[in-house]
């Protein structure tokens, strides 16, 4: 790559998934104009090219009126539709390996400004973009927009978006084109416009643009919690909002994550097996996390995913360490050649009184070998987990599980976004 290499990107179809919000928002529109309901088909189709032209080639709506549909669609999207968006699986892995390897990036799109900013600020992707340029006074066309993108002195430029608009004012501006079939254009319509290379992954456009950088470490992250803490629920909640940022999400759990580790699972909670050995049991665990870290963990990470497991080592030391009393120091010497120095970035600890965790769990479904245990049991377990966090407050993240489903995933949300970018710069 090249001194001073800039990639400008296209946003919507690019960047981002925004059929959501932009498919809402032509539906509010044409409802509010007494327009006919459009098949999903023609919606789709709005996205990319500049919405007054989408008004009037699949409406058929005058000059005029499109101009009305126009102002009636932003009503809606710059309040609700901008954030009805995702960003796409391997954005930020390719964001992080363009900057890693020198490349200057940009963004340039038909949107307005105001929206395109706040998109970008509120996924946290304006941190990597050095030039943001949108439409001005309905004049969307990409040639004048990449133009304006530039720097002087550019020595190597690539324009790179998932519609034929994007080739078509690369090649006007005289840039290098790169195509992206992920989004809302076909290979077609893209190499017909001028592409000359197709990506079909965001992490394409990086082996693309930037081949010799390899290493982009991903991230781990746990979540733990007494049986019956609403771990579960969190958990798709938080795997959901991960997603919509685009982080690669890697689910897997513990015990079990792999082949081997799940047959152990089924040994360590089968209620048959009541006469297992407290030791048996904790060696299990450690055995089943030793395959865990090699097998899945480590390669994900480094591969530049994030892990997201449903409890890990924690689980052992407050279940085994204080349920079972074999001692949290002495389950830790019993991990440490299972982990072998493999811990979370961040955990995630769902704080309730294990005496109404408990409730919720036996309520929701048959209790298994472990939940079956005295209440003492599960109030060491609780204890070994406070235990824990007084030790590594800076990994915990504590969160009130007594909250309402939603103030807990926000909550939640929060403090883990807010963890994962810091540690992308």
Known sequence: MKPNTWILFDLDG??????????????????????????????????????????????????????RAVTIYRERYNTVGLFENRVYPGVRYMLRALRKAGAHTGVVTGKPIGPTKRILEHFGLMKWMESVVSATDNRAEKEHLIREALPDGAEEVWMVGDRKFDMEGGVKAGVHTLGVTYGYGSEEEL????????????????????????????????????????????LERLSDTLDRWGFEVVHTREPGGTPIGEKIREILLDPENKAMADE???????????????????????????????????????????????????????????????????????????????????????????????????????????????????????VDAAKSREEIAAEIAEKVLKRLTEMED
């Not at 928002?25 to 007494?34: F, V």
């Open 280 to 398: 048996t049991e904790a060696l299990l665990y450690a055995a089943s996390r030793a395959q865990h870290v090699r097998e899945k963990i480590r390669p994900a990470v480094a591969a530049g995913k994030l892990v997201l497991c449903d409890r890990f080592l924690d689980s052992s030391v407050a279940y085994q360490g204080g349920g079972r009393q074999l001692g949290i120091d002495e389950v830790l010497a019993i991990n440490e050649p299972a982990v072998d120095g493999t811990l979370p970035d961040m955990t995630v600890y769902l704080d309730i009184d294990h005496r109404v965790a408990m409730a919720r769990r036996c309520a929701a479904s048959e209790p298994d070998r472990l939940e079956l245990e005295a209440e003492s049991f599960h109030a060491r377990v609780e204890d070994g987990y406070h235990q824990l966090i007084a030790r590594n407050p800076e990994r915990f993240a504590v």
């Open 191 to 234: 190499v017909s416009s001028g592409a000359e290379r197709i990506a079909h992954t965001p992490r394409e456009i990086a082996e693309i643009l930037c081949p010799e950088v390899r290493e982009i470490r991903g991230a781990f992250l746990s979540m733990e919690g007494p049986d019956g803490s609403g771990k579960g629920t969190q």
């Open 14 to 67: 690019t960047l981002t998934q925004s059929e959501e919000g932009i498919t809402n928002c032509a539906m509010y529109a044409a409802e509010k104009m007494g327009l006919p309901r459009l098949e999903m088909e023609t919606l789709r189709k709005f996205i990319g090219p500049p919405l007054a032209w989408s008004f009037q080639e699949y409406m058929g709506l005058s000059p005029e009126k499109a101009e």
